[in-house]
């Protein structure tokens, strides 16, 4: 988690304005969290072996913590490892730019500034554009959340691990081809990643970004990208938008007047309580607990309005930044969405007609249900008709409604309560364009069905929270050939997802900032998949799946100013389909700060 700071202290006012988010909304447990961080940047740290994963969708629990605190203490862990899969390189002619080497010290408000410029020597037309985004840091700090922009739209949103006395180093690769619209030309290069250095907290984050330009050839042709790619973001430097609750984003722009297709690409997370939203409670309660509970439920959602009206939603995945929950927790096996934040996908097709007038038109990013500082941001990427100056069309389906209907009950218990919130969404927009291939209808369907269940006990000092969080949307286009010639086409493309995490999480003691006990136990999965179809009834043929499982425990207590335990275990399965199409499957095992075991095997042909 970013840096936490109490509410009373003198600089909580100006860090709400710099650090997106101050922390808990009470003094007691803001400090237990940051002091537990803090000593395990200072040396003792995380992680290890677990098992059980699943490449399957389904009921996933997380491991209770232990019910007392083992003796060991970490001294170092290693450089953080994932089971991704690598980003695959093609075999040609390249080029590498390294476009920035910064240091990332006292640099709230001063993020990094430069030009990307394409090299003369690869030209393009581009297979594939590679950015590298690797840093090294050692000492005491905080987890920082940090974003790459080029000509305006982020290419990058990521946050940075906690580091050990001996230091640590990390990297980060990410596919950039759909952004060479932006690439072909010298664009403006920002780079954001808010630090503090003093006298306690020394970790400077040395970082180094590079971009890898690969020629196209006959065998690795330059794929199809978007013809403009247009930033929602704020202009300034850094450009997300750092949104309090109840605010929104919204940025006026001018479509082309021969647009045919129209996706919006959106990066959320939320800061200060909002970091861990999913273990939040409603406000009733949290009022009765303040030292320990964030307010405002559960459910988040991140909506999308054209002219004020709805026209698409993405759910939120349940980040844990690197200092989340029990520091040892991450070490060195991170979080789900961690290092490399995926951005959501939003179809605003259906909304062309509307938009080919000439006139400036309002897209709003809003996250719904924000209880603390949200960070957004967005980019569109739009196709033109490369056959007609012109075209024209008609929105003519819109059910998506602002209000997701949250239901929430709340049994009270023994120091606390069982809390069950639940939500469901079923909606479409549907509209058509009329082009120089014929009419081109298009409908977005969607279902989510979200459920959470909190059991808060102990005064608030123990929660175990289980959320289910998952949904399909299909993007269904039809064709109409021109003037009645020919015959007319039906394609669709449905991407499903589900989001499980199970959190065990406990204070059984807390004095002070010297004296206490944390515990967690976490199952986090992230299961995507991608098909598609031709004809109205054809079978679905699968593009892409992946299931992305970490479980990890994790303990941290102090007596008397002495760390007494400071461990943790860790284990991630990947299993999947690469970027080439390919299937992939990685499990590591990790304990004490160290990973045991690093397998990689073959997997057979995915459902």
Known sequence: MPERTPASSPAAATRRNTA?????????????????????????VLAAATAGLTAAPGPASAASPADTPPSYVESGYQDPVTALPPVSRPDTPHCSVTVMRHDFANSYGQPYTGTVTPP????????KVVLTWSGSVAGRQ?????????????????????????GITWHVDKDVTSFTPLLRDPQPLVADLGNIVNGTYTGVYHMTLTLTYYQADHRHPAPAVADQVLPLSTGSSPGWYSLSPGQSATRSVVFPRNLVHARLEVYARGGGCDEQWFDASPDDLAAKYPDYLCGG????????????????LAQPYPVVYSGGIVPTLWRPIPAVDQFLTLPYDIDLT???GLLVDGQPHAITLTPYGAADTWTVDGTLFLDTDHHAARTSGALTGDTLGADPHVATTEQPGDGGAAVHVSATRDWYTEGYLNTSAGRIT???????????????TGGGQHQVVAQRDAGTTTVTTTTAPSHGAGHGSVRAARHTWSYPIDVDMSIPVYTDGNNYDLRGAVRQQRVLSDLTRNGPAGPWRPLSQTDDTVTATGVLARTGGTVVSSDGTGSER??????????????????????????????????
Request: hydrophobic share 35%.
């Open 142 to 166: 905080y987890d920082r959340l940090a974003g790459v922009w080029i000509g305006g739209a982020e290419v990058l949103r990521t946050s940075t691990p906690e580091p050990d006395d001996d």
């Open 20 to 44: 997106r988010g101050t922390g808990r909304a009470t003094a007691a447990l803001r400090g237990l969290r940051r002091t537990a961080r803090t000593l395990l940047a200072a040396g003792a």
């Open 297 to 312: 439920g559960p459910y988040r959602e991140v909506q999308v309005s054209v002219d004020g009206r709805p026209a698409g």
């Open 350 to 352: 259906p909304f062309a």
């Open 442 to 456: 298009t409908r977005v369907q969607q279902h989510v069905a979200y459920t959470n269940d909190n059991t808060v």
């Open 574 to 607: 990947f299993v999947g389909t690469t970027d080439t199409g390919g299937c992939y499957q990685r499990v590591l095992a990790a304990e004490h700060g160290w990973v045991t075991s690093d397998v990689v095997r073959g997997c057979g042909v995915l459902g």
């Open 120 to 127: 003369s020597a690869c030209p393009g037309p581009w297979a």
